[in-house]
């Protein structure tokens, strides 16, 4: 979506390596969520970050993930030692409305061989 | 534990039906539900917003129902047009916490002309 960039579109890696991937809101959002979709699955959630709050990693599959925001803006999902099973589209989205309506990035596709 | 289920099943219907698909819940008790539409290599777009104290939303041709006691939503797409084709996920909102939204593996719908 325009709100919420993501990159980069598609990463493929070697398991056993490190990734990056990137999440970059329009300003003026203080909710971010991180979610992972594998093929054919619903949405996971991931993490939330809301304001200057302590994230909600209660998310995250193992000690492998781990995520920041800089400057209540940015954030950055960082998987190290990826393993096959990681393989999944990664979306970013932060909270639109009152209601807590969710607008997404496009995703990462993650491919890990 | 919470569980969401979304027909599977790839949805055919002909232009100019209505397209009625199904999302039943099990132990939660949502404060909203909410829909959104997914297309190809894209993250998902909100649609619709019930509340639980809600029995109907409408939003052009398309309409939602929400039964709490059922533990079921019901999203309708009236006059359907092949640019409807697309997978719909249907997602649950307890109210509070992090708000994080817990998805249906959503269902495909294709609109034959």
């Known amino acids: 979506g325009a709100g919420v960039s993501q990159s980069p579109s598609n990463k493929v890696t070697e398991k056993g390596k490190d990734v990056e991937l990137r999440c970059d809101p329009i300003?003026?959002?203080?909710?971010l969520y991180w979610y992972r979709q594998s093929l054919g699955q619903g949405l996971e959630f991931l993490i939330y970050f809301q304001g200057n709050s302590a994230p909600d990693k209660s998310g995250l599959p193992s000690d492998r993930f781990s995520a920041e925001r800089t400057g209540g803006s940015v954030s950055t999902l960082t998987i190290q030692r990826t393993q096959q099973e990681d393989s999944a589209v990664y979306l970013c989205a932060i909270r639109q409305g009152a209601y807590n309506e969710q607008f997404f990035g496009p995703g990462t596709r993650l491919t890990v061989l | 534990s919470q569980k969401i289920e979304q027909n599977s099943e790839a949805l055919n219907i002909q232009e100019g039906k209505t397209a009625t698909l199904t999302c039943n819940y099990t132990n939660y008790s949502p404060a909203y539900l909410q829909w959104y539409r997914q297309d190809p290599g894209r993250g998902p777009v909100f649609l619709l917003l019930?509340?639980?104290?809600?029995k109907e939303k409408r939003k052009e041709r398309l309409k939602v129902t929400f039964d709490t006691t059922l533990k079921q939503s019901l999203f309708h797409i009236t006059a359907s047009q092949p640019a409807d084709s697309a997978t719909y996920l249907c997602a649950l909102d307890g109210g509070t916490g992090r708000r994080a939204l817990t998805f249906g593996s959503g269902t495909r719908l294709q609109v034959q002309p």
């Open positions: 019930i509340r639980k104290n809600e």
């Open positions: 300003s003026g959002h203080t909710a």
